[in-house]
């Protein structure tokens, strides 16, 4: 039995088993059957109960080894203390994949814990999977599977439909379905996985992301617990092109840490998950009505490729509240093309015909100018999306049936693009327009929002899988953290110009190394034993030819003779004179949860005091390397925003490149790099760590 | 006939004219009297149309004159040419309040607005007030009148309630009238003010706020266009405790415009209007449904002067995600105090009881531990709002009774107290806590904002009326711009230190200025004839004392005269050295709408990339000038956070303070100040302008 169907058992069972079944409805060991009764689970249902013959008309079974088959799933509904007597027995019987509803394990404390423990040990000898404890359980609208105590049902239940729910929390994934039930958004699969003894979302997300029957998959996480399976389930469903609309929550704990002002503390949990899970594809959201919002708008599965947006509204106002908010969440609205804006302006001079489309309150008189307006914004537009504002108006019973014939040839000829309207009325007029394949929404703006949102899943989508790296080579590292220069030396090797200079033991060297650097040059005299070189005047600034680099290296070395006669000379270093370029900070962390992750960022108080760093888990080529760089809120400083020129992005973007390589190869010793300051060069003149700071945790067996 | 009683007569007429009626109820001169029937309005409908004898059952009668008695309202929906002729007729008849449904006019060009512009002054030749043209016009639920030809109606008839909405759109204002009905809020009044011909929406919000039944004002603007009768009307409803929620559009042009670096474009004119409307006690909004949201809370007046958030949760989960948007948003959730925590957890040990409250599922088994938690959050949290998350559970019929009655008492005792569920559920249960005092919310974040805002408003409500200076003299300004040394003049007999620095004629007057500008001083030769002092020694810097000061004021004058024996010398310039300061800037510029605005900001980035500043309209005292520059994100700066001393902040805002009185006192050929850098020293050492430029419209009349 491979993984995946332990899954299938879980959620889609031919059998099930209740241990602790109650007669009882409204108990938790009474509450799965009765709904499956309900609902008509096509499977059958085993309740186990030594105190009972029959449990809600259905034949109780004594024990576990009394039931006439092998379940395929059970449900454990027994105080904690005889959980692990029924795993053993469920085991023996060969049972696969138990959900346990029972909760005082882990999150009571150590002690819980260590039982928890020894409860996924147990399931492990006889191969079995668990699902919990404290989990809500697991429902499946298409079989009528209910294996779950969730009293959600006793409002209403679930409608099926191509939206799934993961949930680590029972009460709020059970809310966001019972949100998604009262909207009317179809949503055949909720998991909640409780404390995640050994199942996790992960699992249940990649189920989903391979699953026939779900196409949006909605998912409700504090932690995550298993993060390989956890990016693996997200590029399976980037792969499908199924969306994952991620509520993380937990970020202000973040709030508080991400305020000190050090690397170190910049990569604090939530925002290194935001930027890991979002860069394998998740939509981070904060609210569960976004998520539904958008759940609603991806499961049409109409993404469209071109990330734009056109308005048509019959109130001017409305268009400019949409623009606002548009071009608040960087949504683009680009104007029509000239000629059509002529031809509308033609049908109706009154228009506006730019972008929002303003076809006024006439097109309440002329249907037919709705039409002609929208099928421009698509056509001459080519808009990824046409939002129509017609609130009240589209309620009207009446006009409806013109609207919906009017909007039927343009959902035909243009089945690539969303057309969305922002509508008031009945639920049962919203839903004809929502059946002819027109999104509705009551609010302008969080129209404009979930529609930015699949536009950018769209938009993702055409632009192929997530780059990914191959496992960089192992890097050997140093029994113990390196002083400066060996860090120095670890990164040259990883290939980063830790510093542009070259210890020379001849003029003619100083002079090769010197054109090879380029000009100006630095020229100063090493030496163990002199500590203040520029006193003595072995130090050279702004050399800037051969001559001047041959004369300096006699003096320097004439000047050390001269005024420290007894000083070891081991040579004299020849380094880049560097001026005018930008401060930057580059740096590796490795996060408990992502591993190393690389942060890059401006010096001084973009970091200090804004914060404005990107982050990204190791490893990554010079491309996202360039993205991250160009992400940050200062990234214009870079581009030569305060009348300097512009930086070398392409030097910067390749150290951070081969950071993040070097950090992938070095293995878990690596605790952290800081690369503070880097100094961004001129375009074309290079990027320079001017500081390295590496720590390690101490070679295991001594060096 | 006062003022407001125009109002009266637009909002609540005892008699209303339809002019141009029609007996077909969905013509514009017919759906007004057909909404008026339906509703049962209180006062008596006169049509006017010379072709019939009856109107919709109404006797019509052939014209103006005819009417049997002076109208106290008159709609207009005539074509726009007959309109002229129609304010004349209704004019001599003795109407006072004419609503124009005519489009036609300013909207249409330069030809239009001629056309609207002899229309007011035809109307005032008669002392009549004009609303419109090309609005929507006017409800008021109350008394059933509909001036209105909005097709909202044909989807349902506004509930009556204490929320009122003045739109300068028709169509959008109908739209949040449709919004608040569909919601099932009480909203009694809707004015739509059209092109503003005459009527601004200033006039209804002052209406509204004077009104004794509306408690709650929404507004729709995209342009002020009566800034003083604005201003005043925000200032009577911030008087009466009545929340003016604004949904001001137009900002996204203003986007790009502050992408701008220099002072004068970074205040644009949304940006400007949000600081102004917001020092005025607005809520500026983005969006209908945080309107909405907010307008439903603050409906209920219970304004809890403490801003904070006690959270009360069956769901873990939900308690972390509410947890994330208060922080989000900024508004405090403090934990419980130790003992009542300890109190609770013995009630229920796997409870969580710091702030949120986990009462956990058990709450549902046991509903004494919701009064239980939520009374406490009241009592010893003091919260200013409790928000319990109770999802489906609360919507269950059964459970809801239990609920309320352990919610009773509660409501009971804290009546100046939020308290609020995040509920899934039936309409009819969500109202049966609505008429208990609880507000409802569907989505917990959107609960979060709405609480937030209202308690904020509370918190507005108790500090007080807004800080307002006495108009300050008037200033005598030069005939045109004046130079640096002009400007700088000029500020200083305003009392703004625009250069720490004195011009002496001896060494005694050198070093009495020195001891009063401060040591360390710069000394330098005052000479329109020496142009290079540095060169010829005529520069001291860095003096630190008496005998410094001496020694340089004989030296400098000794060094002229050696090396620029015919030039004319002046005397000799004792000047602060400053260094160690924080540079920032500030500013002044004329708004088309609100006159002078303040605005301040750090140096560099902060400015140049962030647009991180602060506006005000002027004047104001240094108490408000210390918020504004507390304000920006890079105070943080200022006080010290990069290693630095704090700076003097108090300087600061007395320097930007007297910035602002000089402004006012200024007048309208002020067109801008640009003081640039400040320089704030350290804490008690001063803030100095070292550049000032004052740009001035030349004076009329010549010199």
Known sequence: MTERSVIDCLVAPKSVAIIGASDNPSRIGGRPIAAMLTAGYKGRILPVN????SVQGLPCYASVDDLPEVPEAALIAVPAALVPKTIEELGRKGCKAATLFSAGFAETGAEGEAAQSALVALAQSHGMRLLGPNTLGVYNVDIGYYGTFSSSLDTG?????????????????????????????????????????????AEAIRWMAESDSIDVICTYMEAVNDAPAMLAALD??????????????????????????????????AVVADAVLSDHGAIILRDPESMMD?????SKKVLPTRHSLGVVTISGGAGIVICDEAERIGLPMPPMPQTAQDRLLEALPYASAENPLDCTAQALNEPDLLQLFTRAGLEEGGYGAVLCFLTYVAGSDKLSDVILKAMAPLRAAYPDRIIAFCALGAPEVMERYDEAGIL?????CRAVRAIDAVLRLGAAKASGPRKTLPAPAPISLPASSPDEAGAKSLLAEAGITAAPERAVQSADEAVTAAAEIGFPVVMK????????????????????????????????????????????????????????????????????????????????IFVELLNDVALQACPFGPDTAREMILSIRGAAILQGARGTEPADIDALADMLSRL??????????????????????PKGQGAYALDAVIELEPAKGGA
């Open 236 to 269: 399976v469903a980037r792969a499908a092109g199924k969306p994952v609309l991620a509520l993380k929550s937990g970020r202000s704990v973040v709030g508080a840490k991400a305020a000190a002002s050090h690397t170190a503390s910049l990569t604090g949990d």
């Open 294 to 298: 958008i759940a609603y708008a991806a």
């Open 157 to 201: 239940y679930p409608r099926p439909g191509n939206i799934g729910i993961a949930s680590q929390s029972g009460a709020f994934g059970a809310h966001l379905g019972a949100l998604a039930r009262d909207r009317g958004l179809g949503c055949s699969v909720l998991f909640t996985t409780g404390n995640e003894a050994d199942i996790t979302v």
């Open 440 to 444: 509705i929404f009551n609010d302008p």
């Open 50 to 53: 030594p105190k009972r013959d």
């Open 660 to 681: 993040s390589i070097f950090a992938a190869g070095a293995g878990d010793r690596l605790t952290s790099v800081d690369l503070n300051p880097v100094l961004a060069m």
């Open 525 to 604: 005299i090493l030496s163990p034993d002199i500590l203040h070189k520029s006193d003595i005047g072995a130090v050279k600034l702004n050399l800037q030819d051969e001559n001047s680099v041959r004369a300096a290296h006699a003096e320097i070395l004439a000047a050390a003779v001269t005024h420290a006669p007894k000083a070891q000379i081991s040579g004299v270093l020849v380094a880049r004179q560097l001026s005018g370029g930008v401060e930057c900070l580059m740096g590796i962390n490795r996060d408990p949860t992502f591993g190393p992750v690389a942060v890059f960022g401006l010096g001084g």
